[in-house]
């Protein structure tokens, strides 16, 4: 690739980022729900890196320590699907309200701060890059391997309090850096 074609490239990925980076402002100046701005947000992420195939966002649960997943933006042969996982409201005090959560919410809430990569984030605050899954003792397994190799996960911070995560998966190794 020449210099002149990795410039055009590189102008074409930072007018995208730029793209994303506008809709997402626009989704936040409107008035909608949480579930509304997170799958907004998993879904341009996808749309920025191509090569990634899930976006996640999971939700710090201070009190229990634990992440939950509230958004998930996924590529299948194309088409992309986003889903919301499960609704989460703002206490008076501005804090997640995880108190209605069902029973199998909260037992499939695996993770834990500390524990997985995600865990790992939130209580480091500092994005990590898993760039082979497959063995990485950092990675707690919760389905299938058989797409998932590369993930970078960084924190959703507000000044120094941690909200949560934004993990990004790939479907080959060494694919973030």
């Known amino acids: 690739m020449t210099d002149q074609e990795r410039a055009s490239q590189d102008h074409r990925r930072a007018l995208q980022e730029s793209e994303a980076i506008a809709n997402i402002s626009r989704v ?27 976006a996640v966002i999971h939700l710090y649960d201070e009190k229990n320590q634990r992440l939950h997943a509230v958004a998930l933006s996924e590529k299948f042969n194309g088409e992309t699907e986003t889903k919301t996982l499960i609704h989460v409201r703002v206490s008076p005090n501005n804090e997640f309200d995880f108190g209605g959560l069902e029973e199998d919410d ?6 834990r701060a500390g524990h997985g990569v995600a865990g790992l ?19 707690i397994q919760t389905g299938s391997l058989e797409r ?26 060494k694919l973030f850096t």
């Open 121 to 139: 984030v939130i209580d480091s605050g500092s994005s990590m890059i898993v760039e082979n899954a497959h063995g990485d003792k950092r990675f």
């Open 28 to 54: 936040l100046n409107q008035d909608l729900e949480l579930e509304v701005i997170f799958g907004h947000v998993v879904r341009e992420v996808i749309g920025i890196i191509k090569q990634a195939y899930r």
């Open 148 to 173: 998932l190799y590369s993930i970078v996960v960084t924190p959703i911070v507000s000044g120094e309090r941690r909200l949560g995560t934004l993990s990004v998966l790939g479907d080959r190794p």
């Open 106 to 111: 909260l037992r499939f809430a695996h993770l």
